[in-house]
């Protein structure tokens, strides 16, 4: 959503348990808006991009922003958030649909520390984000496997990736990372492909989670039957464009979350997604506007 919300389709109530995802069916449609102050992760609608605010303890995440041409209505929304301060900013690699608008939002609010993977690429996108990090007198502080984000009282971080220093494609330095606050989770994939996936599935870590961002926009590069089962998610969110010219997201993908039983709710039709947590259940609100 970049300009204003045309109608909240529908709230949804998940309710999960302790040490485990939520169960598939007590997804309810239909259910009353309930107020949260414990966190929320709002998926945004930047077209065929990735975007992600989280929210919780009073500290503003930004997990990538879109792309350049989406740059201004990303902060115009941001902005329209009542954000002024992103304490945290994560750029998962430097595909300009993940960074497009980083250097924007760099630009445009108090952001107090930035992350990225420790690769280099040679596009104008991405020497534009470099210049603002050192205007903005910041330091790209190396995410990787193992890295600590704190985000305050009954949450936790968990970062599984990058796990090797090189990969042949750009997209495998997106950091996958899993944010819990209380018995509710959510894992951020950025656009890590099946090559990740089984280096993380090999640690043989809990990667159960309540929310799963899809890696790559739904593709079929990423979320291998494999990931999903150990993820185990009631939720899937894909962030894509409308009849984009990748396909996005792969009906591979789409039968491996329907036989999963896995609730699908995508940018370009929902607009923005935002899912709250008080710690035991989650709320989901969808916004009407394609983009």
Partial sequence: MFKKILAIISTVTVLSFAGCGAQKNNINKGSNNTEYSGMSVTYLNVGQGDSELIQVNGINMLIDAGTNAG??????????RGIKTIDI?????????HIGGMDEVLESFDVKSFYAPKVAHTTKTYENMLKAVKNEGLKIKQIKEGTKIDLGKDTQVEVYSPVKSE??????????MKISYGQNSFMFTGDAETLVEKEILSENKNLKADVLKLGHHGSHSSTSEAFLKA????IAIVSCAKDNKYGHPHKETMSN?????????????????????????LDVKLHSENK
């Fill in 71 to 80: 740059a201004n209505d990303l902060v115009k929304d941001l902005k329209n």
């Fill in 89 to 97: 900013a994560i750029a998962t690699h430097p595909h300009e649909d």
């Fill in 167 to 176: 990969y042949e494609e750009l997209n495998n330095y997106s950091p996958v």
């Fill in 231 to 234: 993820v185990d998610p009631s």
């Fill in 257 to 281: 979350l329907k036989k999963a039983g896995v609730t699908v709710y995508e940018t370009f039709r929902d607009g923005d997604i935002t899912i709250s947590s008080n710690g035991k259940k």
